[in-house]
């Protein structure tokens, strides 16, 4: 795969684990740097008793030692907070001589604050959409971060009006997988708890319609860190992100935690 992908074009390669597990990346990384690509290691973000600053520091050094030329640290939720994202970025590029890249999904609204934090603590980049696919379920708008930062030392140099012509482009092709878009008009704030990443909250939404339970999505999200708690904290992200979905519909479909047990689960 890796070998194709460069052949066509691909040049940077983003590998994350969902357990947090370089060992788990190691043979990609290594596919990725044999062909000369970039290869860049991930932080699957997340929060919990387990999880505390130095987690996401000796998994960094950890990623060194495995040999990446770059760290994502991957917010798929959208829970890095800010504050949080200010410390982690600071502490990171302090203690390593690593290009450091973020990348936060806008379901929760913190998004673009946590970009700005990490920006002003030394990031080397960041992750947006273009504005008419942003936000909701996917990234902050690039338009509204280029503008923001004009005329600073973080200028991006980036014109607005060639980005408004793309923009254009993509607001007609949107139109045409209207049908297909999930519930979320904003912001959803019971993602701070339930720390669902984007791509999971749409199949929830489309899990539960098909069974003609749509009526049971808060239900569902409420049930989801308690089976994540159960599973030993384990960050929400493909694969893991599906496994607990799917067992925390199981548990609130049937009427009782764990009376059937999905194989992915067990």
């Known amino acids: 795969f890796v070998e194709r992908a460069v052949k066509n074009g691909m040049d940077v390669f983003r590998v994350f684990d969902a357990m947090n597990d370089p060992r788990n990346m190691k043979a990609a990384l290594q596919a990725v740097r044999s062909h000369g690509a970039h290869a860049q290691g991930t932080l699957s973000y997340t929060t919990s008793p387990a999880h505390t600053l130095q987690t996401w520091l000796d998994l960094t050094e950890q990623l060194l030692e ?30 390593y001589d690593v290009r450091l890249h973020l990348h936060c999904h806008a379901t929760t609204g913190m998004a673009e604050m946590a970009l700005l934090k990490a920006i002003e603590a030394g990031v080397d980049g960041v992750d947006t959409a273009i504005s008419s696919m942003s936000a909701t379920y996917g990234h902050p708008a690039t338009e509204a971060l ?68 749509a009526d049971k999505l808060d239900q569902v999200l409420a049930e989801i860190p308690r089976v994540r708690e159960d599973l030993g904290f384990i960050p929400l ?30």
């Open 146 to 213: 280029v503008a923001t930062l004009a005329g600073t030392e973080h200028d991006t140099g980036l014109d607005i009006l060639k980005l408004e012509n793309i923009a254009a482009y993509f607001r007609e092709v949107r139109k045409k997988y209207h049908a297909f878009e999930g519930q979320l008009k904003g912001y959803d704030s019971r993602i701070l708890v339930a720390q669902v990443p984007g791509g999971m909250l749409t199949n929830l939404e489309s899990q539960l319609k098909q069974q003609n339970a």
């Open 66 to 95: 495995t040999g990446v030329d770059s760290i994502a640290i991957k917010d798929m939720s959208g829970i890095l907070t800010p504050m949080a994202a200010f410390e982690l970025v600071s502490e990171i590029k302090k203690r």
């Open 237 to 266: 992200v493909t694969p893991t992100s599906q496994i607990v979905g799917t067992q925390a519909v199981l548990n609130v479909l049937t009427g009782e935690r764990y009376k059937t047990i999905a194989k992915e689960t067990a």
